[in-house]
Nanobody, 122 residues
Framework: VQLQASGGGLVQAGASLRLSCAAS????????MGWFRQAPGKERDFVAS????????YYADSVKGRVTIARDNARNTVYLQLNSLKPEDTAVYYC????????????????WGQGTQVTVSS
């Protein structure tokens, strides 16, 4: 599966963004999907993930209550709604696919997109 993330940008603190990740291939609905982010000079961190069916979602404590992950299997797309953005949310956001389908935070995300930059100014 190939992944293409989009929707990043430069926004002010408190604003919202919706990131999208479009997947190629006919088996998108079999994959768990996750979003991760990497800030300059830091390791890549888990943000949110969702099981193949959309029935289970997981969030990092740092974004819980401000972020929503969703998927549309008919459109081969997973979304990440970011609300009440803070300067510390500034990072490159990556989407990734988990072949197991479970989409848990520590599963093996074998496929990665190229990332989209989110910059939040104070």
């Amino acid at each position: 599966v190939q992944l293409q993330a989009s929707g990043g940008g430069l926004v002010q603190a408190g604003a919202s963004l919706r990131l999208s990740c479009a997947a190629s291939g006919r088996t998108f609905s079999h994959y768990g999907m996750g979003w991760f982010r990497q800030a300059p000079g830091k390791e890549r961190d888990f943000v949110a993930s969702i099981a193949w069916s959309g029935g289970s979602t997981y969030y990092a404590d740092s974004v819980k209550g401000r972020v929503t992950i969703a998927r549309d299997n008919a459109r081969n797309t997973v979304y990440l709604q970011l609300n009440s953005l803070k300067p510390e949310d500034t990072a490159v956001y990556y989407c990734a696919a988990d072949p197991s389908g479970w989409g848990r935070p520590t599963d093996n995300y074998a496929y990665w997109g190229q990332g989209t930059q989110v910059t939040v100014s104070s």
